[in-house]
């Protein structure tokens, strides 16, 4: 699958980037690009992008990582939300899923209830009809 993704040139200590079109399985760091198709310095924030180029592999299909999303939207390339990039600790997410267990759990354990309780009033042993336990008929 071919991503547009950054990768990083320059020296030490002074980053720039190059937008890229690659195949997704590639280094991203020594891996031969397919296109070109612009460049990000963050020092001296300057951003050039070929939106042409860009529109048209998307179009094709290419998928852009969240940064290049988000650099997109920014300069109006592409029409949509901009994409939340963050990390959630291990800490964080085993607490979201504690939480969530929690809610369903009680969830859970009230739906059988009724389910049980039916189940209990069916299994009574009923009389028959016209049977006593004493023997005698019931008119």
Do not use: C
């Not at 460049?39 to 592999?57: A, C, G, M, N, Q």
Request: glycine share 6%; aromatic share 4%; net charge positive.
């Amino acid at each position: 699958m071919l991503t547009i993704r950054l990768t990083r040139k320059g020296k030490k200590n002074q980053p720039f980037f190059r937008v890229v079109l690659i195949d997704k399985r590639r280094s991203s760091k020594g891996g031969r690009a397919v296109e070109v198709l612009g460049y990000v310095d963050p020092l001296t924030k300057r951003k050039s992008f070929e939106k042409e180029r860009i529109l048209h592999w998307i179009k094709m299909g290419a998928q852009p990582t969240a940064t290049i999303h988000n650099l997109l939207v920014a300069e109006k390339i592409v029409d949509a939300p901009k994409i939340k990039k963050y990390n959630i600790s291990k800490k964080a997410k085993a607490e979201a899923e504690k939480a969530s267990a929690a809610t369903a759990a009680p969830v859970a354990e009230a739906a059988p209830a009724p389910v049980a309780e039916a189940l209990k009033e069916e299994s009574k042993p009923e009389e028959p009809l016209g049977h006593s336990p004493t023997g005698e008929a019931k008119a």
